[in-house]
């Protein structure tokens, strides 16, 4: 019998408990890819407010005693079996830090919780005890996959023991580099070795992101573009050189998506279904159903013209300011109406609802966090606006090419691997799946959406077009081999 290799995966978000982007999805969807290949899985994750509210059968597996800045906290480690998990999941739970209302990361006000660089690195320790068995369960793991700067100091904190269990991290965007000061790191005890260029120091502080980079055995990012992308200025958000001396472990893996919860057959949030071989009356059905939701016309009119939809966080990555600049030319010069989904930065979100109320019978907009609308949105729209001016991977884009929603994109990490332009050239082969540009600039996109339009405008390319996007598989498993083969190999460093 061959035993199962065992995974500690650690992220800060885990769909459907808590979400606030793609870690979320990918935090579920992964573990159980690699879970369905074999892997014997655990799944650590804090123990929020909101975490608790949702589950049932919990057991106490035991209590840590974590050093936080200045204090040390009694933690408790929750076990808990979840009908929507196939493995047990753990909870680090440590109530001054993480049983508070709303979002992970921030207040409701959108500042920072100032004590994050605490309930991250507690986050962190309590992980490398679990991972070493500390707690004395009998369960000690071959590999930890940490995620993102809210994990980025466990490959670190598990290289000070001998013999660690092999350390992957994955970065599954830049921007976000968990930088803190030094009065933070000396308040931690972190260990003052990892204090120099070479190790966590960055611009006079620390940053989690680069402990991450720096100490693991591996580090994966979410696409091979993104890989590419990111050993360079323009990307690298100050850790490119650092990413260059790394390129050796460096490895761009694409996400894939769950394609049980994301399915226009059998999709819950859906109105009506629909496939690859039946799209309609699902399809239109769908549409309906989201011109109603925002209360605009349904008339044969507004079913005939194209219906753009995004949902996004509303953060400059993703091209809001191109969409926004946009707006006034679609209005005067097209038929089109758009609905957009998505909470983030107040200057968007205002834009956005000055739209809405300007053109309510042409634009629908929905400030706030809607799991359901968003499916619907994936369903109902013709067309799916994803400008990002970078992706590390997206999610978005897969989802609507599965939905028969083709999507206009800009060419960079993700959506470059994913989407394939509808050139002449592309549609013969019979490959093209939606729009690509090439130049990140509002007359470009407006010149892109020109030829998304006509497109739309020609239904035996445009079906052509669904049918090549919803056909494709997207699903994780091939990217969980690559994950599974990584695990096992000697390490590179
Ligand atoms: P990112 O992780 O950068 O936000 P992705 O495309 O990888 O981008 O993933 C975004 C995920 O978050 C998708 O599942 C998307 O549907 C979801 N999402 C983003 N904003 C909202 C929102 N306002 N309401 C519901 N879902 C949202
Ligand atoms: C990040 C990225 C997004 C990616 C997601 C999951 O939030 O912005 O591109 O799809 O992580 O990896």
Known sequence: MTVSIRVLFAASEVYPLVKTGGLGDVGYSLPHALHRAGADVRLVLPAYRTVLAQV?????????????????????????????????????????????????????????????????????????????????????????????????????????????????????????????????????????????????????GFSMLKAGIVYADEVTTVSPTYAREICTSEFGYGLHGVLQVYRHKLHGILNGIDEAVWDPATDAYLPAHYSANRRQPGKALNKQALLARFGMATDDLAMQVPLFGMVSRL???????????????????????????????????????????????????????????????????????????????????????????????????????TVIDASMEHQTQGIANGFVFDKFDVETLIATVERAIACYDQPRLWQALLRTGMKHSFGWEHSAQSYLALYRATSSK
């Open 56 to 204: 049932e059968n919990i057991r106490i597996l035991g209590w840590l005693e974590v050093r936080g800045a200045k204090r040390t906290h009694s933690v408790r480690i929750l076990e808990v079996r979840h009908p929507d998990f196939a493995f047990p999941l753990w909870l680090v739970d440590c109530q001054v830090l993480f049983d508070r209302p709303g979002n992970p990361y921030v207040r409701a006000d959108g500042q920072d919780w100032p004590d994050n660089a605490e309930r991250f690195t507690v986050f962190a320790r309590a992980v490398t005890d679990l991972a070493r068995d500390v707690l004395g369960i009998h369960w000690q793991a071959d590999v930890v996959h940490a995620n993102d700067w809210q994990t980025g100091l466990v490959p670190a904190l598990l290289g000070e023991f001998p013999h660690p269990p092999k350390r992957i991290f994955t970065i599954h965007n830049m921007a976000y580099g968990g930088h803190f000061s030094l009065a933070d790191f000396n308040r931690l005890a972190l260990p003052l070795h990892w204090w120099t260029h070479e190790g966590v120091e960055f611009y006079g």
């Open 315 to 417: 953060v400059q990555q993703k091209g809001l300011d191109l969409v926004l600049a946009a707006l006034p030319h679609w209005l005067a010069h097209t038929d089109a109406r758009f609905v957009f989904v998505g909470s983030g930065d107040s200057k968007y979100e205002a834009s956005l609802c000055e739209f809405a109320v300007g053109y309510p019978h042409r634009i629908g907009v929905c400030i706030g966090y809607d799991e359901a609308l968003a499916h619907l949105v994936e369903a109902g729209s013709d067309l799916f606006l994803m400008p990002s001016q970078f992706e590390p991977c997206g999610l978005n884009q897969m989802y609507s090419l599965r939905y028969g929603t083709p999507p206009v994109v800009y060419r960079t990490g993700g959506l470059a691997d």
